[in-house]
């Protein structure tokens, strides 16, 4: 069913950048035998699922959207595609997104432009924009996607559908090919709260591979939809409804508020005084460490190689001039100008403390409420080409995301109502691994 979709739809959406249908026809033969046999056992059984193409799969290519993987085909699986086939679900193929990541409209992608399935003339968002995009066209029921400054929520925005960007160190990054590492984490988009808890459950834990995953119990977080929010606290920041949010997403947030209000819930406005350093934070420290996690494409190792070089320096610059796109190239150079020795101290250092500080803030929230709650992103999807020229316009478009991932913290985007016909999203942001409280509060308000 989802090839038959994707053959009717994706000639217009573009979500998919590589389909594996024959071995996901083998797959779902050996499952329907099992089915006879009456062995399905796992929730997930059979369930079709896209995954974001910098996720690495065994056998199955792997381009992060980059020229400079073009043929790229890993030699193992991801830790999550492992747990996926655990679950025996159906792989359906990869996922466009923005180069390496990098981006808020899939426009950065070196092969196509992903359209958003509610209006094709907009961006579907990014970096996540083809998982998000799949799940709201009905081509798969779930997809993954990684969230380094918004990746997973902002695309759930704007294409209307729920994605969750776990706590750091809850779902486990081996095989996640590094943007930043102190900030990516792989998460579920799916149509609904209860089908995103299920799939968190199936990809969580501990991983000897990833010494950043957390040893931390995974708790049931489908037996969390409970539907009751009585007497939940909610903290709605001031800075997250001021400049740049459209009248529409500020009444949205505030309607949203109502319905939970009506639940039991009670909310009261606070500050995350350091909000407005966040951009400039995060846009330092992830360039930094792009700058050295993008290192290992040389030409040598991985992908695409020059045909002209004159020597082996000449191989390395050209192999890198040719296969990295603008934008790659750009946060490359400015992540290695804020490392280097004279400027360190001057930025790196520096965003690391307003790093700290971010965390701080949502701390000293935490200590008084439940969750947080505001827009997902400023506005609804905006039209492709309409930010293309101009990054900082483009940047701005994570400003009420990527604090998140600076504390570390786990946010949700659920669908909250629309705009002229385009979805609008709400973020509910939790405590560190308290995952349960945001998908409670999600499935009150869903
Ligand atoms: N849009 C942000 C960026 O370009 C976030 C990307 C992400 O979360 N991967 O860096």
Redesign the pocket.
């Known amino acids: 069913e989802s090839y038959k979709r994707i053959a009717q739809v994706d000639g217009k959406v573009q979500a998919f950048l590589t389909l594996d249908e024959e071995k996901a026809r083998q797959t779902a033969n050996s499952l329907d035998e099992k089915l006879n046999a009456k062995h399905a056992s796992n929730l997930l059984f059979g369930m079709p699922i896209g995954i974001k193409d910098n996720i690495v799969t065994k056998g199955l290519r792997t381009t992060c959207a980059s020229k400079i993987l073009e043929n790229f085909n890993p030699i193992y699986d991801a830790t999550v595609v492992q747990k996926l086939q655990q679950q025996e679900t159906v792989t359906i193929g990869k996922l466009n997104m923005?180069e390496f990541?990098?981006?808020?409209s899939n426009e950065n992608s070196h092969y196509q432009k992903t359209r958003n399935p509610w209006d094709l003339d907009r961006v579907p968002g990014?970096?996540s924009g083809g998982s998000a995009a799949s799940v709201a066209a009905g081509e798969v029921l779930f997809s993954l996607g990684?969230?380094?400054?918004?990746?997973?929520r902002?695309p759930a925005a704007f294409c209307g559908v729920v994605g969750l960007k776990p706590t750091y160190g809850r779902v486990s990054r081996f095989g996640l090919v590094a943007?930043a590492s102190s900030l990516?984490q792989i998460g579920p988009i799916t149509r609904t709260v209860e089908d995103n808890a299920y799939l968190l459950q199936a990809i969580s834990g501990l991983d000897p591979m990833d010494s950043t995953s957390a040893n931390v119990d995974v708790p049931n977080f489908v037996s969390a939809l409970t539907g009751d929010v009585k007497g939940l606290k909610i903290a709605v920041p001031k800075e997250y409804l001021g400049e740049g949010v459209t009248e529409t997403v500020r009444h949205s947030v505030l309607d949203a508020l109502k319905v939970l209000e009506k639940q039991g819930a009670v909310w009261e406005e606070v500050s995350l005084p350091h909000s407005k350093y966040a951009l400039a934070a995060?846009?330092l420290l992830?360039s930094s460490e792009a700058s050295a996690n993008l290192a290992r494409f040389d030409g040598v190792r991985y992908g695409y190689r020059t045909p002209n070089a004159d020597n082996l320096l000449d191989l390395y610059k050209k192999s890198r001039a040719e296969g990295f796109g603008d934008e790659v190239k750009r946060r490359i150079m400015l992540g290695t100008f804020a490392l280097s020795s004279g400027y360190y101290d001057a930025y790196y250092k520096k965003a690391q403390q307003v790093r700290t500080l971010i965390k701080k803030d949502f701390e000293d929230v935490f200590e008084k409420y439940d969750v947080i709650i505001g827009p997902t992103t400023p506005t609804p999807a905006f039209k492709i080409g309409e930010n293309i020229d101009d990054p900082l316009t483009?940047?701005v478009?994570?400003i009420l995301t990527?604090p998140v991932?600076l504390a570390g913290v786990p946010g949700i985007s659920v669908p909250c109502g629309f705009d002229n016909g385009l979805p609008l999203g709400l973020q509910i942001i939790g405590k560190h691994f308290d995952e349960k409280t945001i998908y409670r509060v999600a499935h009150a308000f869903e």
Do not use: E, H, K, L
């Not at 990684?146 to 997973?152: L, N, P, Q, R, Y």
């Open positions: 923005d990541a990098m981006g808020s990014g970096s990684s969230d380094t400054g918004g990746s997973i902002q943007f990516d995060y846009y992830s483009m940047y478009n994570d990527i991932n």
